[in-house]
Nanobody, 122 residues
Framework: QVQLAESGGGSVQAGESLRLTCAAS?????VGWFRQTPGKEREGLAV????????YYAASVKGRFTISQDNTKKTIYLQMNSLKPEDSAMYYC??????????????????WGQGTQVTVSS
C-alpha cells in the first residue's frame, strides 16, 4: 500500500514557476504526475522510474516541466516553468508497480494523492 500527499500548488501569473511535491509513504516502481480539469480525462504529464531515475514526459509539458526525486526516493517533485493559463488544473501524483508506466495511463496507477490546485492567470 502506498499513500501519497501532494503540496505546492497555488495561483501564479503566466510565465512564472511552481514546484509541486509528492510525499510517498511506501516504495513503488514508478511515480507519475497527472492533471485534470472539470469535464476532461486525467492527463499524464511525467513519470519517473524510482529505481533507476529514468523519466518520461508528455509532449505538452516536455521542456517546461521536470520530474525528479530526492535521495530517499519517497519525495517526488514536479518543477513547472513558463506556466501558461492552460496549465491550470488539479494536479495529482500517482504510483504504480506496473512496468509500462511510461505510457502514463491513469488506470494503471492504483495509488493516488488528493491533488493540489494550480491556477495560472494571464
Amino acid at each position: 500500500q502506498v499513500q501519497l500527499a501532494e503540496s505546492g500548488g497555488g495561483s501564479v501569473q503566466a510565465g512564472e514557476s511552481l514546484r509541486l511535491t509528492c510525499a510517498a509513504s511506501g516504495a513503488s516502481y514508478c511515480v507519475g504526475w497527472f492533471r485534470q480539469t472539470p469535464g476532461k480525462e486525467r492527463e499524464g504529464l511525467a513519470v519517473i522510474y524510482t529505481g533507476v531515475g529514468s523519466t518520461y514526459y508528455a509532449a505538452s509539458v516536455k521542456g517546461r516541466f521536470t520530474i525528479s526525486q530526492d535521495n530517499t526516493k519517497k519525495t517526488i517533485y514536479l518543477q513547472m516553468n513558463s506556466l501558461k493559463p492552460e496549465d491550470s488544473a488539479m494536479y495529482y501524483c500517482a504510483a504504480t508497480h506496473t512496468l509500462a508506466c511510461s505510457l502514463m495511463i491513469a488506470a494503471r496507477f492504483p495509488y493516488w494523492g488528493q491533488g493540489t490546485q494550480v491556477t495560472v492567470s494571464s
